[in-house]
């Protein structure tokens, strides 16, 4: 294609691309190398070992177990290190960052590319902030949702461009069990105790799969408002990837996700909806924008709604959750808009459906 673009995707250092089990910034890397190439772009992508084809791989495998330890700082360095010497002498039309504040900075200075895109992944602090104002007028910055650009007004974005997930290939199916998941990492700030409550209360079975977060507060949270509740209503599962997560998610009733904070974006949220699996969640964050209330979920303000969601379930049409979920949050859909943010530098927000969302 004539007006193909040269394009160095970077992702972070921590997981494969794409990701075995965890790794929501590493699937989303994945999927649009994929559409990218699809639609005729020459595309590189960067990655840690265990990758799959058309990756560099240039962090080792065991650096995952240093995220979120001391060694983090190091290992973040020394993969950027090899990522822009690898770099070293060649040209790209856009260099489009995954990695956060170092991977950016190297980015702008190394001269690679005349253009400099970069996702924030992530809840923007006040520091975070202060630094992407710093850059935003020499790169191209995007925000994952609605929400996340409204906590960050003073950032000049060049897009809104929501993730996506990976597309179920069978159809819907109107067929599943009474019990409700959350796929999660275990931690306070997923609120797997309010889901516990939640699913006692409207009588329903509970699968819980996620890795517990390992830090204090995490391993304190698991030890005391889950772990002694475990029992044959209420499963855990550390890890599920592939076709049993898929399985999981597909035969439940609902997905449930009764958080505790404003997060940016949900992606086992919008794995559940496009499987045609309905999600109860709390109005906070993200969830407005992501979720349509009624077709592919059910909002709620507090505890008692979670409950009246659990008992209202059949009202969503199944099918109809999928075909939504699939057309908003397509692979297809969010390498378009990237290519957009890549060609003429800014994007638009899209206008959701519904009257939920977070103005900017």
Known sequence: MDDALKIALVAPA???????????????????????????HDVTVFGAEGSGPGVTMLADTAWSHDLGGQAEAARQATYLARVYATMAGRRFDVIHDHTG??????????????????????????????????????????????????????????????????????????????????????TPDKGQDLAVKVARRAGRKLILAGKVERSGEGLRYFEEQVEPFLSPTVEYYPNVAGAQKARLISRAAAG???????????????????????????RTGSTPELIEDGVTGFLAEDFDDLVEGANRLDEIDRVRCATVARERFSPLHMAQRYVAVYRRGSVEAEAFTSHNVPQT
Do not use: D
Request: with cysteine; hydrophobic share 50%; charged share 15%.
């Open 14 to 40: 921590w997981y494969p691309v794409p990701p075995k089990g965890y790794g929501g910034t590493e699937l989303v890397v994945y999927l649009l190398h994929t559409e990218l190439r699809r639609m005729g």
């Open 101 to 186: 504040f170092e991977g950016l900075l190297l980015a702008l200075h190394s001269g690679v590319a005349p253009v400099v895109v970069h996702t924030m992944h992530g809840e923007l602090s006040e520091p975070m902030c202060t630094f992407y104002e710093e850059v935003a007028e020499r790169a191209r910055l995007c925000a994952i949702s609605l929400s996340q650009a409204a906590s960050a007004p003073a950032i000049t974005l060049a897009g809104i461009v929501h993730n996506a997930v990976e597309l179920p290939t069978a159809p819907p199916s109107v067929a599943h069990e009474r019990y409700l998941i959350e796929v999660a990492r275990i």
């Open 256 to 282: 449930i996700f009764p958080l505790q904070w404003a997060e940016p974006f949900g992606l086992a949220m919008v794995e559940c909806m496009v499987a045609g699996t309905p999600v109860l969640a709390l």
